[in-house]
């Protein structure tokens, strides 16, 4: 099929700030879609707003005819564009984009956006800030609206980086455009009425920084003590082997501390935890939602055997209890060839069942004994941690 929709990214100039492409390409629409900001910008007879809830739906019915979409700055940019374009061949539209606001924000400040973290967050909890906040960093991010730059002010100064200094852009590009610049910790004077935001963050202060090593401290999470140890974890990290866009298996979650550092390692990749025990699996979920990764954690409740059935095929799976000859076998069966299964083992029971398998299926065992120093009288000696045998081994 012929090209027939044109994808126009506008900015807060409207249209004088479009090309001559980006008119031509309006012009020769007979529908155009929109947001209501956006479509109140133009004259034309068939004007058309976007659904609620969002769905491209619309579009899709006038396939064929000529039709343009009208988006804020860069299409492609937490636009409209996306999901069109992954619902239609290459040949049938065409884009012509405008400055995004991650553009016109670096461009008043003189960032460079090779340097800068870009978030949206106007359809995202500001958890999912927090991984990233370290001082020094520089980020770009859009909010909801005006409201919610209080709440990314409290966010900051609760996480103990209240110094960071935010930039508030309202409007940018159009004759509306303001700046204004404060410390997380301090009011924001007027108030933020409009509902076009984006901040521009440098952060600063003592709050605790989530390291980019696997293995990261046991109190960051919440747990009863059912926990793959920090030590461990990293090992066990090491043998799973995160690789961007990967799916992993955690059995057993837990507090789910795996399954989140996994999702640590690559903002593409996505984990399923799978926990018989209630209390932890709810545990495991808001872990998961403090470090704004719930969008990428799903949890099952339940026995490894009643659920692993209707799961999409893993990458990686790591067993952190509950191990026995049954489920390896049913893993064994279902797994996809290449996939990495890293097996953990605390009791005597288990640490025969892994050899066994080490025997039969090769892979590596790595027997994990860890001390660590404390108070012994007046004086310290060393507290030996049960040890854990670790398999790990390629299907």
Same mark, same amino acid.
């Given at each position: 099929m012929d090209e027939w929709l044109s994808i126009i990214g506008i900015g807060e100039d409207g249209l004088a700030g479009l090309s001559g492409a980006s008119r031509d390409a309006l012009g020769r629409a007979e529908t155009v879609f929109g947001g209501p900001r956006h479509l109140a910008m133009i004259d034309h007879p068939d004007r058309r707003p976007w659904p609620v809830p969002f769905s491209v739906a619309p579009v899709l019915e006038l396939r064929g005819r000529p039709v343009a979409v009208l988006a804020s700055g860069d299409p492609f940019w937490h636009g409209a564009g996306g999901s069109l374009a992954a619902a239609l061949a290459p040949r049938e539209w065409r884009t012509f984009p405008a400055p995004s606001v991650v553009s016109l924000a670096a461009a008043r400040l003189g960032w460079r956006l090779e340097d800068v973290l870009l978030l949206g967050l106007h359809a995202a909890p500001l958890a999912r800030l927090r991984p990233h906040l370290s001082p020094g960093r520089r980020i770009i991010l859009t909010l909801r609206d005006g409201g919610s730059v209080a709440g990314l002010a409290a966010f900051l100064v609760a996480e103990g980086f209240g110094q960071s200094r935010l930039r508030v852009m309202e409007a940018l590009g159009g004759p509306q455009e303001r700046i204004r610049e404060i410390r997380a910790e301090d009011p924001l004077e007027g108030g933020v009425p409009g509902p076009l935001v984006a901040i521009a963050l440098e952060v600063e202060g003592p709050g605790r920084v989530v390291p980019r090593a696997s293995g990261i401290s046991d109190d960051f999470f919440d747990h009863d003590g059912q926990i793959t140890k920090r030590e461990t974890r990293a090992l066990a990290l090491s043998a799973l082997a995160p690789r961007g866009g990967e799916l992993l298996w955690d059995i057993g979650a837990g507090s789910g501390s795996v399954g989140i550092e996994w999702l640590l390692a690559d903002p593409r990749n996505r984990a399923i935890g799978i926990e018989r025990d209630p209390a932890r699996a709810a545990r495991a979920k808001g872990n998961a939602a403090r470090f704004g990764l719930g969008s990428r954690y799903r949890l099952c409740e339940g026995a490894a055997l009643d659920v692993i059935a209707g799961l999409p095929a893993p990458q990686a799976v790591f067993i952190g209890g509950? !191990? +026995? %000859? !049954?489920?390896?076998?049913?893993? $064994? %069966?279902?797994?996809? @060839?290449? +996939?990495?299964?890293? !097996?953990? !083992?605390?009791?005597? %029971?288990? %640490?025969?069942?892994? @050899?066994? $398998?080490h025997g039969t299926c090769g892979g590596s065992l790595l027997r994990i004994e860890l001390s660590r120093a404390a108070p012994l009288g007046r004086r310290h000696g060393w507290r030996a941690s049960y040890p854990v045998v670790q398999w790990s081994v390629t299907r």
């Amino acid at each position: 099929m012929d090209e027939w929709l044109s994808i126009i990214g506008i900015g807060e100039d409207g249209l004088a700030g479009l090309s001559g492409a980006s008119r031509d390409a309006l012009g020769r629409a007979e529908t155009v879609f929109g947001g209501p900001r956006h479509l109140a910008m133009i004259d034309h007879p068939d004007r058309r707003p976007w659904p609620v809830p969002f769905s491209v739906a619309p579009v899709l019915e006038l396939r064929g005819r000529p039709v343009a979409v009208l988006a804020s700055g860069d299409p492609f940019w937490h636009g409209a564009g996306g999901s069109l374009a992954a619902a239609l061949a290459p040949r049938e539209w065409r884009t012509f984009p405008a400055p995004s606001v991650v553009s016109l924000a670096a461009a008043r400040l003189g960032w460079r956006l090779e340097d800068v973290l870009l978030l949206g967050l106007h359809a995202a909890p500001l958890a999912r800030l927090r991984p990233h906040l370290s001082p020094g960093r520089r980020i770009i991010l859009t909010l909801r609206d005006g409201g919610s730059v209080a709440g990314l002010a409290a966010f900051l100064v609760a996480e103990g980086f209240g110094q960071s200094r935010l930039r508030v852009m309202e409007a940018l590009g159009g004759p509306q455009e303001r700046i204004r610049e404060i410390r997380a910790e301090d009011p924001l004077e007027g108030g933020v009425p409009g509902p076009l935001v984006a901040i521009a963050l440098e952060v600063e202060g003592p709050g605790r920084v989530v390291p980019r090593a696997s293995g990261i401290s046991d109190d960051f999470f919440d747990h009863d003590g059912q926990i793959t140890k920090r030590e461990t974890r990293a090992l066990a990290l090491s043998a799973l082997a995160p690789r961007g866009g990967e799916l992993l298996w955690d059995i057993g979650a837990g507090s789910g501390s795996v399954g989140i550092e996994w999702l640590l390692a690559d903002p593409r990749n996505r984990a399923i935890g799978i926990e018989r025990d209630p209390a932890r699996a709810a545990r495991a979920k808001g872990n998961a939602a403090r470090f704004g990764l719930g969008s990428r954690y799903r949890l099952c409740e339940g026995a490894a055997l009643d659920v692993i059935a209707g799961l999409p095929a893993p990458q990686a799976v790591f067993i952190g209890g509950g !191990a +026995c %000859e !049954a489920l390896l076998r049913v893993l $064994w %069966e279902v797994l996809p @060839a290449g +996939c990495r299964l890293v !097996a953990h !083992a605390v009791t005597l %029971e288990t %640490e025969s069942l892994l @050899a066994a $398998w080490h025997g039969t299926c090769g892979g590596s065992l790595l027997r994990i004994e860890l001390s660590r120093a404390a108070p012994l009288g007046r004086r310290h000696g060393w507290r030996a941690s049960y040890p854990v045998v670790q398999w790990s081994v390629t299907r």
